[in-house]
């Protein structure tokens, strides 16, 4: 049965000749049939054979007969050959006359092809199946195999340059089947020889037959050195690469050959054709193992360049059908897809069926560490990877990936080339695309963000619109995620996607209305851009999605009818940003009277505009916040012509009206103070002049709040042209005026192409204020007093600011001048604020920005803590008191060159004591009122770089008067550079949290940066950059400020005659200059590769100051010079925080310096210890202390102890020479060598040396048996150095025995005991023997230390402190576990006779017996000692017996 089960399996190439010889057959079935060969040749021993055992010959196209079954014609046939008198010749003559028989191809052919069963033979039923050919019958007598395979040998030359028969039969191919499958082959070496000799002479179709039929051919005992030969072949033949590695798959190799073999394929790899790449491929992937993986896959995704895959194919057509019709290029094209798509099959297959692989593929992405070497192939296979079910794999391809990006190696470019080349591929991997891309979107790393944003757009553009729809809903899901950035990066990608490709985004337009149903959680910077996108699909230019507008219309006018100010506010920014849409300027001019928009859309615009105006005319926050929003969309969009000079014309006639007076004689009316004209700047054209209405119409407010409960404002009485303004019609709230003139700036500035003449009175007009020496007398007035007089510096404030908005990019000197003096009234009337604010507690101010929540929510509390960094008060607290209310008095201008230019802080920090004096007893803080001060643009940071301004001022007779100068004084330096540095905090600084927190916060972040957020990172970065140089020299006269100062002084900081302020002033600039810079480059857009050039820009700023003329210099050399630069500055560093500052700037800038990090870490090094070494002293002669100075010193030692080499010997040098310096010292005193070191801040310098000596040990690399003794006594002696200085520290606590300094010791010794049982336990069990010594002098210090620890438990328990008992039961754990890992050490060692447990006595601090512990009953004692007899027993252990331990060692090592 297995026979003929075997005989009954045949190949396609055999049943495909039968179907032919059937229909053959059916075909001429009506021709007469030939005669039969035995009457052709009566005598031929081969029919007479033949016949006699069964199987008749026929000639023609009739198959051959055979009447028995297949064995017993098999069997038959052997026994006439062997019983044949002339036997053995008489095998030479059968094979002779079957030569001759098969000359005629015709009956060659019969006996290729398998018999009929005779239709006149009597057979059983199993007989009548499939039967063989005559031929494979034939090879199945094993007398007949060898000389019938040697007549099929020679037979078939004759057939191999034939084409395929007109029956369609391959006569090659049929020869070669008979060979496969044969139960026995007599002569396998010798058909193994003459089937390559066959293959080095016939063609290639007949050469890929023969190979790829070898595996079935030939036994196993031949596969090896088959192999050997078709390895061979493949290194000569490319072109038989497919078959030779299909037949290679298929035999039984050994593992040696077939790691030749796959070398010989790999090395071929980049000359194979592209349709055989999948083959190749596969071969290589299936035949790796586990040891190899790694290095086979990394050599693979090195040769495998998928990127030439598609182009190549299109050359290849078109060179050879050079006359074929354009359709050949494109089905090439396609076939090179599909053989990528092919390539990734195979490689998904291995990645799935073999964990090795997967691993593999990773570790060899993981490896490349130049972007340049990313292939699209790495790409794919991650995608590939996290298709896979299997969760290592997609796990390991998110993290692979996210790290690539974070690194910068995997970069967009990359990405777009494997979308533009394997669109088609990719398709495939679009869920894995889409998952990849929304979990880097929710990444908390910034980052990896914008790739996630990538993948998004690529998959949308690549992709089908079923793509689409799920990309857009992935986005709408992460918009409506309540979640801050991951909202924010999501609208702006729909934004990006509306812009490029509007008409595909317009059919899921109804996904992104969705997004309207969770603006209860937008913020309104969030809200703008919701609604920029929903306008531009509604109303843009392209019209595609026209039926959501009426849809906008119905949401804009529920929003704007809502008396809740949050939905009103929301109606407000939505219907702004409409009018953006709809009112935009338009390419082609359709309408008439100038403007580009039909009539019908001019007309809707103007009526939205009424609309708003009329719904927010009743809520004075509600118009102040349309003026804010119609100004925010003149600066962002260009409006249509008709609609900018409606709006303009409509603001400028209602500014005037409103809050614009002409100046007279005197000024009437009745107010809560008297009425004053302050801060002209214009005296000289006082006749004539205007001035800004404001305490009239804060009065008018006044007496409106308390005339009526209604909401501001009263039903509009007087019909004019339609306004923006006038939101109440018979007055105007104060609170709109600030918003009012930016708008009305914004107008002028559009209309006039940025000309602000018509309105630059407005800079250097007077207000209508009050006298503000009232402000002295501020604790006698009553509390509305108090409050209104706030409110007038609030608003008065608020106009300057703004004032310096809309003129600080004028050009003119005059105007310049009048800026600088606009900053001098803002930083003395801050300090009048401060005052006021001081007696007035409970007041709310009026509300300044208009998109966040109500004042209320922003309120500071009474109890406000000081700010960490540096803010407005601070300027306004050191104006000078004699500053006047007039602008010749409001100057705060420093003698000398130097002082012109600095002036700044970090927060209180020179300053912080008397300062934090001060706000504590009046528990203000100007920056906990950041919110209600209005926001200054970006633009006016250049004021810093205006100089000494001066102008000479006429008399009538236009001669020489007098010279005028103005400059920025160090207050307001101070003021801009808190500005500053706050914008760079919001904007470059580490990433805003990405999850929102479970309690939301009071404050908002964002409030007061609404402008700023209108620009990107880049953008803010780019300003700064620009900056730089002006920063530079701020710095560098700060810099020369302190160096004169010391110089002049003989070094000393305190001396008689220094004006204490003006050093507050110049320590706080000098530090935020460099918190400047420090933010700055600390941006984590500067990793990128995309901003290197400007990483590049901003190094070369700070190298050119120190090398000027240098060009083309390296990112490495630029970074060397700008920290040479920097550097330079150490020597005048005038406070502790400043040094900090100048510290964390240099690190930042090390990291860009590539290859001199050791360089670099010495020198930075060297500059802590400089700073620590140094005694800090205010000007006013003080030693600096607080909770800031701790703070800044503790961060500067850890610094300096993680940048040093040798962190045991720098906790040495502290702690066994500084300490004892200290102790030595009076009490108020410092230690000598370390200056930094006193009474006050020894905790510090505690917590720092315990917590990087733990961290120190934890480094230290965990032993290893195998390790030789070099290796282990180097262990071994750091162990010893980490033991002395553990000791040293734990003794210090006798002679310090604060609260503090306990807590610190029982933690840190804990992490230490665990330490030293975890790595350097196992060091002593190996280095025991060797060492016996040191192991002994270790283990006795460690005792004293641990004995020591033991104490503090006792101590802590009789002082019955939670705080410190609660680290004692895992201490107490620790100790126990050393006592018996000491022993388990030397039973290992064969010692354990020289260990033995004692009771312990449980003491205090000082070493006296706990009184307590006396009085017990002995069993009590002896319960107690057992549980706490920790390692102390084991010390006197080792103490009394190491001479035992000696002598049991040197026994052992005997």
Known sequence: MMRKKKRSSITADDESALDVTKSKKSKSGGRPAKSLVQDSYPDSVFVQFLKESGVTLTAGSTANEIAVDQVIFQKRLQQHLRKHPRFPNIIEEFISALETHIEDPERFRNCLLPCVPSSTSQQDTNSGSYQESLVRLLLGIEMLQTKVINTLFEKLPEFIFESVREDGLNVPRLIINQLKWLDRIVDGKDLSSKLMQMVSVAPVEIQRDIITSLPEILEDSQHGDMAKELNGLLQQNTQLSVPILDAL????????????????????????????????????????????????????????????????????????????????????????????????????????????????????????????????????????????????????????????????????????????????????????????????????????????????????????????????????????????????????????????????????????????????????????????????????????????????????????????????????????????????????????????????????????????RSCSETSPEAAALYYDELANLLQTCKLDPLVQAWIGKSVLEDFQEDFVVDLGPDLSGSFMFPASVMYNLDEDESQGGIAINLLPLMAQDQQHKTDTTQAAGVKKERARFPKLGSAGGLRMSPLCLSSFFRLLRLCEEVQHQGDLEEIDALLGCPLILTDME????????????????????????????????????????????????????????????????????????????????????????????????????????????????????????????????????????????????????????????????????????????????????????????????????????????????????????????????????????????????????????????????????????????????????????????????????????????????????????????????????????????????????????????????????????????????????????????????????EQITSLTRHFLCQEWVTASGEKERGNKYNEALQTLLGIYMEHTDDVLKAVEEIAGEGVPELLNAAKDANSRSWPTLNRQTFLVYYKSMMAELERAVRKIPPSKQTDNQEVQSEKLLTWNLAVRDFHILINLVKMFDSRPVLTVCLKYGRLFLESFLKLGMPLLDYSFKKHKEDVQSLLKTFQLSTRQLHHMCGHSKIRQDTGLTNHVPALKKNLEQFVYRVKAMLTLNHCQEAFWLGNLKNRDLKGEEILSQRSQAVDEEEEESSQLQSEEEESDSDERNNGQEEAEESEESD
């Open 249 to 612: 798959s298929s035999l039984n190799l050994s593992s040696a050959l077939l790691s030749e073999v796959r070398e010989v394929v790999m090395g071929t790899l980049s000359a194979v054709q592209l349709e055989d790449l999948p083959v190749v491929v596969k071969f290589i992937l299936h035949s790796i193992s586990a040891s190899d993986a790694n290095e086979v896959v990394c050599d693979l995704r090195k040769k495998l360049e998928l990127e030439q895959c598609v182009l190549p194919a299109v050359l290849q057509a078109s060179q050879s059908r050079m006359k074929s019709k354009a359709m050949s290029g494109v089905s090439s094209c396609n076939n090179g897809q599909d053989s990528v798509a092919l390539v990734l099959e195979v490689i998904k297959s291995a990645i799935r069926f073999k964990k090795t692989t997967s691993e593999a593929w990773l570790k060899a992405i993981e490896n490349v560490d130049e972007s340049d070497d990313h292939k699209v192939v790495d790409l794919l296979v991650l995608f590939i990877l996290h298709s896979t079910n299997a969760n290592h794999s997609r796990r390991g391809a998110e993290r692979v990936l996210k790290v690539k990006v974070r690194k910068g190696l995997i970069q967009e470019n990359l990405l777009q080339k494997t979308f533009k080349g394997h669109a088609q591929v990719m398709r495939g991997y679009f869920p894995s695309i889409l998952a990849l891309a929304q979990g880097l979107l929710r990444s908390p790393d910034c980052c990896v963000v914008p790739f996630g944003g990538h993948m998004y757009k690529q998959a949308f553009t690549a992709f089908d619109s079923y793509c689409q729809q799920e990309v857009v809903g992935s986005l709408v899901t992460h918009a409506c995620s309540g979640v801050s950035g991951e909202v924010d990066v999501a609208l702006e990608l729909l934004c990006e996607l509306v812009s490029q490709k509007p008409a595909e985004m317009s059919q899921f337009t109804v996904f992104v209305k969705g997004i309207l149903d969770y603006m209860d959680n937008l913020s309104s910077q969030q809200i703008r851009r919701l609604f920029h996108l929903l306008s531009r699909l509604a109303f843009g230019q392209e019209q595609h999605g026209g039926h959501i507008q009426d849809d906008m219309h119905i949401v804009i006018r529920k929003q704007l009818s809502s008396t809740v100010p949050k939905y009103k506010r929301i109606g407000i920014i939505g219907a702004v940003m409409m009018v953006g849409s709809m009112g935009s300027c338009r390419n082609k001019p359709d309408g008439s009277q100038g403007g580009t928009l039909p009539k019908d859309t001019n007309r809707q615009v103007m009526a939205l505009l009424e609309l708003v």
């Open 774 to 1161: 009232v402000v002295e007398k501020v604790e006698s007035l009553s509390k509305a007093e108090r409050e209104f007089l706030c409110s007038l510096l609030f608003y008065t404030i608020n106009w300057f600011r703004e004032t310096v908005n809309a003129f600080c990019k004028q050009n003119d000197p005059e105007m310049k001048m009048k800026v600088v003096t606009r900053i001098q009234n803002i930083t003395y009337l801050q300090s009048l604020l401060h005052t006021c604010l001081a007696a007035t507690p409970g007041y709310t101010p009026p509300q300044a920005n208009f998109d966040g929540e109500s004042a209320e929510g922003m309120m500071p509390s009474s109890s406000s803590a000081l700010p960490k960094k540096g803010k407005k008060e601070s300027s306004g607290r050191k104006r000078k008191a004699s500053a006047s209310k007039n602008s010749s008095g409001d100057k705060s201008q420093l003698e000398g060159p130097a002082e012109a230019e600095d002036s700044q802080q970090d927060h209180p920090e020179k300053e912080n004591e008397k300062e934090k004096e001060k706000d504590a007893k009046s528990g203000v803080s100007l920056s906990s009122y950041r919110p209600f001060f209005r926001e200054l643009d970006v633009e006016a940071l250049c004021v810093l770089q205006c100089g000494l301004l001066s102008r000479t001022l006429l008399d009538t007779e236009l001669h020489s008067k007098l010279r005028e100068e103005v400059q920025l004084g160090p207050a307001e330096l101070l003021f801009l550079l808190e500005d500053m540095w706050r914008k760079l905090d919001f904007s470059l600084a580490s990433a805003p949290a990405k999850k929102a927190p479970f309690f939301k916060s009071k404050t908002d972040r964002a409030v007061g940066f609404a402008h700023l957020q209108q620009k990107n990172a880049k953008e803010i970065a780019t300003c700064c950059i620009e900056l730089l140089p002006t920063l530079c020299t701020h710095l560098e006269n700060c810099h020369n400020h302190f160096q004169t100062l010391l110089s002049e002084h003989q070094g000393v900081v305190d001396a008689p005659g220094v004006d204490v302020k003006e050093q507050h002033l110049m320590c706080s600039a000098y530090q935020l200059l460099l918190q400047v810079l420090h933010t700055t480059f600390s941006w984590a857009g500067f990793s990128g590769p995309e901003h290197r050039a400007l990483l590049k820009n901003a190094l070369g700023v700070l190298a050119d100051r120190l090398k000027e003329d240098e060009t083309d210099l390296t990112l490495d050399q630029l970074s060397r010079h700008a920290f040479e630069y920097l550097q330079n500055f150490r020597n005048t560093v005038p406070s502790l925080n400043t040094a900090l500052c100048l510290t964390q700037l240099l690190i930042v800038l090390s990291q860009y310096g590539g290859s001199n990090h050791r360089t670099y870490r």
